[in-house]
């Protein structure tokens, strides 16, 4: 087939380059402290970036030495890749739309009720056994313990633009709860914070490689028609 590896190369390359951003979402959001230890879906963003590093690398291979049923299988294998990626995009817009954060008098912060926020994500922190594994690895890290030696006073710290999670720090040194609606709230503006960011990345991968599949598509369809128009020619002309 004679697929033109001036458009199948550049098109591959796109699209490795497209699957890096969508890894390092995933590693991003693994190394954060509060995503760590909820665990959401890290794992499913990192691996569908890898898949999608592998599917371009095989249609890399399938135009470069000319491979049918490679390409064929490149094409099949990034739409049902593009399909998932909408999924999951979709997923946590919908998952992450609720939870908006309310002013509270004399607050510089926003304050969150865990009501306000979707089912799916409440139940990440209303189970005991799930919320003792989060609170263990919260009470040993420096999060909300470091307040102390940031703010002295107890107006410093109302009028202080900190994150929603250490929002629900209280004023006593020899006490950090982790076990009430505020703090499980503010765990989940937390989290909602960086996934929102993330989803917006995915996103635009989303669409670049819906542009990206439309002109492999258009690529491979017009090599298709050629490669048939010079067959009828030899057997019309030999």
Aim: proline share 3%; aromatic share 12%.
């Amino acid at each position: 087939m004679a697929l033109s590896n001036n458009v199948i190369g550049p098109i591959n390359l796109v699209v490795v380059l497209l699957s890096i951003p969508v890894i390092g979402a995933g590693i991003w959001l693994a190394t954060e402290a509060d995503n760590s230890c909820v665990k959401l879906l890290q794992w499913p963003v990192i691996i569908l970036g890898i898949l999608i590093l592998v599917v371009a690398l095989a249609g890399f291979i399938g135009g470069f030495w000319r491979i049918p049923w490679l390409l064929i299988l490149y094409l099949v294998a990034m739409l049902i890749l593009i399909i998932l990626l909408a999924c999951l995009v979709v997923f946590i817009y919908m998952v992450m739309i609720k939870g908006s954060g309310y002013l509270a008098p004399s607050r510089a912060y926003l304050e969150y009720r865990l009501d306000d926020f979707s089912g799916w994500l409440r139940r990440r922190v209303r189970s005991p056994y799930k919320w003792d594994r989060i609170k263990s690895y919260l009470s040993s890290t420096q999060m909300c313990p470091e307040l102390n030696q940031s703010y002295r006073m107890a107006q410093d710290f109302f009028n202080a633009h900190i994150t929603p999670l250490q929002r629900t720090w209280i004023d006593d040194q020899m006490h950090l709860c982790y076990n009430c609606d505020s703090c499980k709230a503010g765990l989940l503006a937390n989290l909602k914070k960086e996934w929102r960011r993330v989803d917006i990345i995915l996103l635009v991968i989303l669409v670049a490689l819906i542009w990206v599949y439309l002109i492999g598509c258009c690529a491979f369809r017009n090599a298709k028609t050629e490669d048939l128009f010079r067959k009828y020619k030899q057997g019309t002309y030999t």
